[in-house]
């Protein structure tokens, strides 16, 4: 078996190959050295991987390239490819998500927007409906700024398309991007007034299985939930975590009932619970979490995982992977059960991506 993890970071993009089952990688050069890649994504839809990358030059501003090689070379375009239109007022200052699906590409950007292309990424335009939203007036950024960080076409149905960002919380369209609606009932925002706003909530990320596609989770600047019924209420699942603040929320790809998190003490003390590296595993879809640590470190981590910073393959069983902002990105070939070292030493982790391939 043949996987590839896709590494961004503050400093460049990093490639780890695996042809021996997950057990050995071995990792590239850095590219796109002293860039800041947000986010990156592997199509493998076509008769080859195409690899995408949003790659941000502090002096060249925001561009998305592209491999159809597995990073040996790379498409980097004469034209912007992502652009908001002229009379929107605005500039694109960061692509904080790609997602190919079926013939699509689709591109959630700073300042909060979603951009579609129907080229393989060579042109996007404007969801406008969105952009037009009435809320827009009341979307305010978080910490990290002011962005749609999170982009989940519907597997089956090429109308439906849930997005969520910080902070304004989560909208999602069922016909086409022709209308948006907020999507926040049950989710809190205690720096709003009311216990349960219709938006303006700050969410960190949210995930969806596509094994059963009603059923979403989401974490939150304060709060982890599951909703049951696509998105229409949310219901606290934070109940057997050690702590309700993080960035990270993974979904398996195929077991309905199974997620990962990573969870800090809060969001004054940005660090693991007693500086213990663990990833929390719920198999009763939040019911009850295990904490899981078996080749992670036990002491001194204060580090912290971000909203993008962990993902699955498509293996069976499913390989989880997580990158640390200081650098270390650990695999586990068995759900989780086992971790061991895929990198280490490298700059601030900012998202990965893995694929068989």
Same mark, same amino acid.
């Given at each position: ?28 050069? =850095? ?12 199509? #493998? ?12 030059? +502090?002096?060249?501003? =925001? @561009?998305? $390239? @592209? ?55 060579? #042109? ?48 999602? #369209? +069922? ?19 009311? +216990? ?5 909530? *700050? ?9 059963? =596609? ?21 219901? /606290? ?13 993974? /979904? ?24 213990? *590296?663990?990833?929390?595993? /719920? ?9 899981? /640590? ?16 962990? *993902? ?22 068995? +759900? ?12 601030? $982790?900012? *998202? ?6």
């Amino acid at each position: 078996m043949d996987v590839l993890l896709a590494i961004g970071t503050r400093k460049g993009l990093w490639l780890a190959r695996s042809r021996d089952g997950r057990r050995s990688w071995e990792l590239s050069e =850095p590219q796109f050295p002293m860039t800041d890649v947000h986010a990156v994504a592997i199509d #493998t839809s076509g008769s080859s991987p195409r690899l995408f990358a949003a790659v941000t030059n +502090e002096h060249f501003g =925001p @561009t998305l $390239v @592209t491999s159809d090689d597995l990073g040996v070379t790379w498409d980097e375009p004469d034209h912007a490819p992502i652009a908001f239109p002229a009379d929107t007022g605005a500039a694109l200052e960061g692509v904080w998500q790609i997602v190919p699906r079926e013939g699509v590409v689709y591109a959630g950007v700073e300042p909060s927007a979603l951009f579609r292309s129907v080229d393989g990424g060579r #042109t996007f335009e404007l969801e406008r409906a969105l952009w037009d939203h009435p809320h827009r007036a009341n979307w305010t950024p978080g910490g990290g700024g002011m962005m749609i960080h999170t982009v989940i076409p519907h597997p089956t149905d090429a109308k439906k398309v849930t997005v969520a960002m910080s902070t304004g919380g989560v909208y999602r #369209t +069922e016909d086409g991007g022709a209308s948006w609606n907020p999507a926040n009932h049950g989710v809190t925002a205690d720096f709003l007034p009311g +216990e349960f706003p219709e938006y303006g909530q *700050c969410v960190h990320k949210v995930a969806m299985n596509a094994a059963r =596609p009603e059923r979403y989770f989401l974490q939150n600047h304060g709060g982890v939930y599951r909703s049951d019924d696509d998105t229409a209420t949310w219901k /606290s699942i934070a109940g057997g975590l050690p702590g309700d603040f993080g960035f990270a929320m993974l /979904s398996h790809p195929r077991r309905p009932d199974v997620i990962y998190n990573f969870p800090l003490v809060a969001d004054a003390l940005r660090f693991p619970p007693e500086g213990r *590296c663990r990833v929390y595993r /719920s198999e009763d879809a939040g019911e009850t979490w295990t904490g899981l /640590s078996n080749g992670l470190p036990e002491g001194g981590f204060f580090s912290a995982v971000m909203r993008d910073a962990m *993902c699955a393959d498509d293996a069976d069983p499913a390989g989880i992977y997580f990158g640390s902002r200081s650098g270390e990105v650990w695999g586990s070939p068995d +759900e989780g059960d086992s971790w061991h070292s895929v990198a280490e030493h490298l700059p601030d $982790v900012f *998202c990965v991506r893995a694929a068989v391939i």
